[in-house]
């Protein structure tokens, strides 16, 4: 028998993003709203952090946990903003990046032939993570009622067979914005306490949050209500807060026995974030406050101005998002999001990303990132709109 490509490999589909954005790069003069980044470079203070680790001689392997003094800010920095105490030795991981974070959390819950829960929209990562570890993703799409995304319990409840083993939930929401009200926190809480089953909380947008009186102010965490014994897993990255997305760092809050297996199986996967990243987030962490807080009133004005825009097109449906820094209009009677983004790419040289790359119902939408510049989106959105008024 020939040699051939392993069929949990074969069953991870190409993203649509990325199958979109390598037309685009083909392309000149493309407005590129189709990934998640600001626009804006890494802040100075971060990238002198850096420079100052490296000529210090952080450029050696770390704890597979990563760097005990960093473990230590995630720890003063939970304490700090969402007043939970965590133990930096046993329930913090370091991690490769926020998506390295969720391979691993995946990999210690998932055994080939298991089932894992995914509320979608979402980014395909966590679904396509659950292929690589040979399980099966069932997605439960957020209803959208009274100008609102929420989550339909009773659908969970029917998703749930003897072989669930996780529930992977994304708040703020990529791509819909959404955030979770602590009551819906509770509920996705006692769901998964009742089927004895792991939660995962994809909070990586979390500081990136519009609907509170002091922009800045995280949205709170899972961890405010989890204790520290319930099979609960957050997934966290310095890419959207610090605008460090080519940095690749990340980490993970766990139960202890899911953080000590977590950071043995990073031996085999990264062995450790770099070094001197490391060494860069922790100042961030301690120093990140101020620019993020420019950035956020920057994402903010973003948001509105393109509001304004889409909600004078025709046939479009576009609920306010209260965090992340995504639009995710509907289209009536968009059946195709894929065509229809890549048209719009090779006629206006607008380039979104297709609502289909992000599960059960998605498709109808596409994806907005409004995190660049307003001379990007501007011109951007208003070619949309002419092309949404020709169609």
């Known amino acids: 028998?020939?040699?051939?490509?392993?069929?949990?490999?074969?069953?991870?589909?190409?993203?649509?993003?990325?199958?979109?954005?390598?037309?685009?790069?083909?392309?000149?003069?493309?407005?590129?709203?189709?990934?998640?980044?600001?626009?804006?470079?890494?802040?100075?203070?971060i990238r002198r952090a850096a420079y100052k680790a490296?000529?210090?001689?952080?450029?050696?392997y770390t704890e597979n946990a990563g760097l005990l003094s960093l473990?230590?800010?995630?720890?003063?920095?939970?304490?700090?903003?969402?007043?939970?105490a965590l133990d930096p030795q046993s329930e913090i991981v370091v991690t490769a990046s926020g998506v390295q974070a969720l391979n691993v959390a995946i990999r210690c819950v998932i055994d080939p032939g298991d089932e894992a829960i995914v509320l979608t929209p979402a980014w395909p990562n966590g679904s396509s993570n659950v292929a690589l570890a040979n399980g099966v993703a069932c997605?439960?799409?957020?209803?959208?009622?009274?100008?609102?995304?929420?989550?339909?319990?009773?659908?969970?409840?029917?998703?749930?067979?003897?072989?669930?083993?996780?529930?992977?939930y994304t708040s703020p929401s990529n791509p819909l914005g959404w955030v979770a009200t602590e009551q819906e926190q509770a509920g996705l809480l006692e769901f998964a306490r009742r089927r004895g089953i792991w939660l995962l909380a994809d909070e990586v947008y979390d500081r990136l949050y519009y609907r509170t009186p002091a922009l800045g102010t995280?949205?709170?965490?899972?961890?405010?209500?989890?204790?520290?014994?319930?099979?609960?897993?957050?997934?966290?990255?310095?890419?959207?807060?610090?605008?460090?997305?080519?940095?690749?760092?990340?980490?993970?809050?766990?139960?202890?026995d899911l953080a000590h297996k977590a950071a043995q199986l990073n031996e085999f996967i990264v062995s450790h974030a770099p070094s001197f990243t490391q060494r860069a987030g922790e100042t961030a962490l301690v120093w990140g406050e101020i620019e993020l807080k420019k950035m956020l009133v920057r994402l903010k004005q973003n948001r509105d101005f393109c509001l304004a825009i889409l909600r004078k097109a025709p046939g479009v449906t576009i609920p306010e998002p209260d965090g992340a820094f995504y639009l995710f209009p509907r289209i009536d009677g968009l059946t195709d999001s894929f065509a229809f983004c890549r048209r719009l790419l090779e006629e206006t040289q607008v380039g979104l990303a297709p609502g289909v790359a992000f599960g059960a119902g998605g498709e109808g939408s596409v994806r907005i990132c409004y995190a660049a510049e307003r001379e990007v989106l501007q011109p951007a959105l208003e070619r949309l709109a002419l092309f949404l008024q020709s169609r």
Request: aromatic letters at 10%; proline letters at 5%; a neutral charge.
């Open 1 to 45: 028998m020939p040699a051939c490509v392993a069929s949990s490999a074969e069953r991870v589909p190409h993203s649509r993003i990325r199958e979109l954005a390598d037309i685009a790069m083909s392309m000149e003069g493309v407005f590129k709203l189709y990934f998640g980044e600001s626009s804006q470079p890494t802040p100075e203070y």
């Open 54 to 60: 490296m000529a210090d001689g952080y450029t050696f």
């Open 71 to 84: 473990r230590q800010g995630i720890a003063d920095y939970y304490q700090r903003l969402q007043g939970v």
């Open 139 to 168: 997605e439960i799409a957020h209803p959208l009622s009274g100008g609102r995304y929420g989550i339909d319990f009773e659908a969970l409840e029917a998703a749930v067979t003897s072989r669930t083993r996780l529930l992977i």
């Open 218 to 256: 995280p949205v709170p965490s899972i961890l405010r209500q989890a204790t520290r014994e319930d099979a609960v897993i957050v997934v966290q990255s310095f890419s959207k807060t610090f605008c460090m997305t080519g940095w690749r760092l990340g980490w993970l809050v766990a139960r202890r």
